[in-house]
């Protein structure tokens, strides 16, 4: 179980990490209706190395990625959530509509993304290459999605 940092709080403990030689890994996401998909992502994202650093996006950058009406929970709720996970150790919002940002901030040593992107596609893999540190990807668990939760209720309706 994890802790909502800021950045700055991020940006000290990612420090210490380092010097203890501790493998960073980072993903990021909006984690909006947490569900099995989530924590099975998130979990193997943990396997990765020896701390997770999950960068989450505020509810404006959200709203700009997602459409209205998301996010459905709040950024405060979503990030004490997804914090309270066992495999996550660190989780920061962050307000632009991409991560590079805080990734350049966490300097992390593996930077994950859903088996949905390319790897090359994948925001701040340069950074994280050119530190020698590793992307990568994970395959989703199948019909496990915040889109198809909010489908289903609203079908129900």
Same mark, same amino acid.
């Given at each position: 179980?994890? !802790?909502? =940092?800021?950045?700055?709080?991020? $940006?000290?403990?990612?420090? +210490?990490? /380092?010097?203890?030689?501790? %493998?960073?890994? &980072?993903?990021?996401?909006?984690f909006?209706? *947490?569900?099995?998909?989530? =924590?099975? #992502? ?10 997770l650093?999950?960068? *989450?996006?505020?509810?404006a ?8 009406? /998301? ?6 709720? +979503? ?10 150790? #660190? @989780?920061?919002? &962050?307000?632009?509509?991409?991560? *590079?940002? *805080? $990734? /350049?901030?966490v300097?992390? !040593? ?20 050119? %530190?020698?540190?590793? =992307? @990568?990807? $994970?395959? &989703?668990l199948?019909? /496990?999605s @915040? @889109?198809?939760?909010?489908?289903? $209720? +609203?079908?129900?309706?």
């Amino acid at each position: 179980m994890g !802790d909502v =940092v800021s950045k700055e709080q991020l $940006i000290a403990a990612c420090a +210490r990490l /380092r010097r203890e030689a501790k %493998r960073i890994v &980072f993903t990021n996401g909006c984690f909006d209706l *947490l569900h099995l998909g989530h =924590v099975d #992502y998130l979990k193997k994202a943990k396997s990765l190395g020896d701390v997770l650093v999950v960068g *989450l996006n505020d509810d404006a950058s959200v709203r700009r990625l997602k459409g209205s009406p /998301r996010p459905i929970m709040p950024q405060a709720d +979503r990030a004490a959530v997804v914090a309270a996970l066992a495999s996550v150790d #660190y @989780t920061c919002l &962050f307000a632009e509509d991409t991560p *590079l940002e *805080l $990734i /350049r901030a966490v300097q992390p !040593d593996v930077l994950v993304k859903g088996a949905d992107w390319a790897v090359d596609a994948v925001v701040g893999k340069d950074l994280v290459e050119a %530190r020698g540190g590793t =992307v @990568t990807t $994970i395959e &989703f668990l199948p019909d /496990r999605s @915040t @889109t198809s939760i909010i489908a289903k $209720i +609203r079908e129900s309706h």
